[in-house]
């Protein structure tokens, strides 16, 4: 039971726990920041997003305005995109650098970015192991069932797989973001740097997110493999 209360191996997620803290606290300061410094363009995300939209000749992604902040993202079985008000009706640097972002996303589908296929194949995978895993291994703990345990685990890998893979696909968008950004005029050189801060700090929270899961599976390996011995 060492796997749902204490045991030394926990030792092994503090630094991935403080990490993630740091990330979430970044991506907040970052975006307040940067949400109160508007564009000399004066363009909003959702003008933004559109000009980048039409400079690629995507003319099949529609945008939309939702509740929540930071809620922005690219649906690519609807092809629509996402935007919170805050970054679709904004005309503020982090709504640029966020919009951008998310039509990077776009883009990637468009051209048939190879990671992004890989990770849309993987979600179905990833929720399934999302749901299934830890009931499986709190039962093979409560039951002293070794195989439950085993198959939770391998759930669980799933979902690890899916947040790694998920990286490069936020990595390449915040890339092709800031490109597009430059090559539209969206924003003047000297602001581009904010917008980038923004989705630095993005990109951290999913560093973050991949590493708690690659060390959380690692504790499970290290118990599993301790009930052997």
């Known amino acids: 039971m060492g796997f749902f209360f204490w045991d030394p191996t926990m030792v092994l997620l503090i630094p991935a726990i403080l ?3 740091y990330a979430s606290t970044k991506i907040k ?3 307040k920041k940067y949400l109160k410094v508007p564009s000399r363009s004066g363009l909003t995300g959702k ?3 559109e000009r980048i939209l039409r400079n690629n000749q995507i003319t099949d992604v529609s945008i939309e305005a939702v509740e929540g902040g930071l809620t922005d993202h690219y649906d690519p079985r609807g092809k ?6 805050d970054n679709y009706y904004g005309k503020s640097l982090a709504a640029v650098g966020v919009s951008a972002h998310e039509v990077g996303h776009a883009i990637q589908h468009n051209v048939g970015y190879g990671p992004l296929k890989m990770r849309s194949a993987a979600v179905p995978v ?3 192991g999302s ?3 830890f009931p499986l291994i709190f039962a093979g703990f409560i039951f002293n069932n070794p195989s439950f345990i085993d198959i939770g685990i391998l759930a669980y890998t799933a979902v690890v797989a899916f947040t790694v893979i998920t990286l490069p696909v936020e990595f390449n968008a915040s890339t092709r973001a800031i490109s597009e950004i430059q090559n539209s005029g969206a924003l003047d050189p000297q602001e581009v740097g904010g917008a980038k801060k923004v989705l ?4 951290l929270t999913y560093v973050a997110a991949a590493s708690v899961a690659v060390i959380q599976l690692i504790r499970l390996l290290l118990i599993r493999q301790a009930m052997d011995e």
């Not at 629509?80 to 008000?85: F, I």
């Not at 630095?200 to 990109?203: G, I, M, R, S, Y």
């Open 80 to 85: 629509v995109l996402r935007l919170s008000k």
């Open 47 to 49: 003008e933004v997003a």
């Open 131 to 133: 749901y299934l895993s």
């Open 19 to 21: 990490f993630s803290i």
């Open 126 to 128: 990833s929720q399934f």
């Open 29 to 31: 300061s970052t975006y």
């Open 200 to 203: 630095n700090a993005a990109a």
